[in-house]
């Protein structure tokens, strides 16, 4: 998966977490990571977050954050009703 997909997906992931309630912030930018993720569960004050970055070295660590931040995040909208 490319990089624009993971970062697309995860925006509107984020996206209905935030419809459903849940604390999240994304950031985007163009130096140095280009995606940023904070999740707050719900029932504690307990921030995630998870970092994709553009360097191919990072790739691995990027697809390993982008696939917790995607499971995280659909189990939130899950749990939430959304």
Not at 8 to 31: M, P, R, T, W
């Amino acid at each position: 998966m490319s990089l624009e997909k993971m970062i697309d997906e995860l925006y509107e992931l984020s996206k209905k977490a935030i419809a459903s309630g849940i604390h999240v912030s994304f950031e985007i930018g163009l130096a140095g990571y280009p995606c940023r993720v904070w999740v707050e569960e719900p029932s504690e004050s307990k921030m995630t977050t998870y970092d994709i970055y553009r360097e191919e070295v990072m790739m691995k660590e990027s697809v390993k954050n982008y696939e917790a931040a995607r499971a995280h995040l659909t189990q939130l909208v899950k749990e939430n009703g959304s």
